[in-house]
């Protein structure tokens, strides 16, 4: 009888590269087709319409009931055109997901059919949602929970289906998503950075922020990852010997593409691209069977909606291609992980990178006020944002070798760093002199930075040039929780900054003094968050703990700072989530934990027990039939004929009884913890004993993979998941 993993291989082996999703004409011929984009709503609908919605989109008016419906009349015309037959409000819980409830545009009415989408239907639905996790937020038996069109995101069609990106809140108005707190992040990065840009540029009316999201992905044939339950349930391998070659060669990094992935990346990047989703590179990762696509940065909300969409549409084009795409941070042991590099930037409404070095000493000046507000945020809030990233998944990847460390840190790159100093050395800045000095300083920035020569792969916070790279954001995660600390973050030190040079004017300082002064004294409080050399290094682990850096060493630990005031009066201060709102994440998130975990211990149990073990036993069999025969014919001599399967046999029965022994302890660690009525408790003993029975539990196995015959081995090996 063959194997589980023999059927398997078998499949896959007849799976082959084609073409699915292809159209005619160059890609800006059928860009963004599939959006009901500004010029769309121009052509469907009334002038007045229109502007309502310009409006929205650009100034977050809000939608007056008479225009929705008019709106909603133009997207439905649209809609039936394109073939569409279902509308969806598609909102972002607090599961990482998204969530989708269709209703068909179908309707009669005295006996005749007709479609019918009315103003009511786009602007609100009540998706009686009672399931999705709100953290105490919202009791069953009033399980109303509500989404509402996000206009500042377009309306688009995928499947057949018009999908409308919108919030989730409770009957209450409560957020019980990740939209609502990053629209209201944003909105106060925007109060508080015009209020800064102002003290150079009246003209200044708004600041957004802009994303480009780097998503890296595995691919593992369908076949193969169908005949591995804890790929299918967990997400990621829980047991598996490491391959003989892996990445050690470093030759798939940049490699040529293999070319039935490159039909699967074409396939949905012409999809993206009907989603108006601008995808601009592509490229082999470190791990082998690892890549990495990423679209030209965009307006934040747009960035982080069509990441999402992103994800779901590779998943749809990947089930073509007989492919599953693996957006786990760490599906292989002792391979790189994947992380979804988050690029963030300013912009005023004027087009004006905030963080980008200027021509002049006074654009120098604002680069510097802003530069200094980050990296203030950052370092006061330094264990919050590495603990936005923190989740089970992601917690398999960061503080290993070759994801960043688990402490955050800021690399600025030499020539800023010479910069910093120099103002930091500066004498009193009142004298004549120093301020003539500090002029040079300023205007000695240059323009353009050493791009990819003054680069630092090891640091999860670093500045390239007229961006950050926030790097410790997990490949599965929906940026928009790390992104709108980030932002609040900003956003508080921004505050903070107009204040001082407010306070400074007020005392007589010439304005360009006071804003000088500021950033000194931003920078020369925070220089404990900078760091140039190498984030891996156990010296920077020693010397990150002296200046009194917190690292994220374990998951729910690091949740309790949602309990710490400075944590709770951000959000509260900047309007972003009502301490409430911030409790009711921390419950949610060391729920997400606890279950995970649960899952993935649950698995391994089973795989062990129903797949291992067995094969195990069979092979031991096989071995002790080996040992009876060879008696048979050396008869009292036999130990001198079979001395190597002897050991053997002690070696699986060996690791047969301490899987056994372990997965039973196992089951015991997780009702002694399920016991347990505190989540965060739970959450914490679970991260302990759980996954350390779980690590015992692999070790046996993985020894196992090593020994039985490979023909019996019941589940595909690492070496046939990550070589195509
Ligand atoms: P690398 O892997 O070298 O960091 P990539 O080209 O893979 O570079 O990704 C860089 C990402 O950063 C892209 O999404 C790009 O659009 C984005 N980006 C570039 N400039 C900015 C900016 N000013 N603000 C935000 N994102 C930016
Ligand atoms: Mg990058």
Redesign the pocket.
Known sequence: MATFRQRALNEAATHQTGRFFVEEGPVSSYFGKNVFDLDKMRAYMSQQAYEAVLASVKYGAKLDRSVSNEIASGMKAWALEMGATHYTHLFQPLTDATAEKHEAFISVKEGRAFEKFNGSALVQQEPDASSFPNGGLRNTFEARGYSAWDPSSPVFILDGTLCIPSVFVSYTGEALDTKVPNLKSLQALSNAATSVVNLFDENVSAVH??????QEYFLVDEALYNARPDLMLAGRTVIGHTSAKDQQLEDHYFGAIPSRVSSFMKDFETEAYKLGILL??R?NEVAPNQF?C?????EATKAIDQNMMLMILMQKVAEKHHLKVIFHEKPFDGVNGSGK?C???M?TNTGV?L??PGKTPTKNLQFLSFYSAVVKAVYKHHYLLMTSVATLSNSYRLGGHEAPPAVMSIFSGSTLSGVFDAILSMKDLDDASASQESIKIVNSIPEIFPD?TD?NRTSPFAF????F?FRAVGSSQNVASAVYVLNTAVAESLREFRSEVDALEKAGESRSAAILATVRKFISESRNIMFEGNGYSKEWEAESEKRGLRAVRNVPEAYEVYHEKETVDMFDGMGVLAPNEVEARFEVLNETYVKKLQIEARVIGDICLNHVIPAAVRYQNILIENVRGIKEIFGEDFMDHCQSEINTLKKISKYINDISKDVETLVEERKKANRIEDIAERAKVYSHSVKDMMDKVRYSADHLEMIVDDEMWPMPKYRELLFF
């Open positions: 922020v802009n994303l480009g999201l780097e601009q590179t490229h990495e990423a679209p030209v940065f965009c590099h690029n963030w930037s912009m990178n963080l980008s990819n680069r390239t040039g007229n961006r790279e």
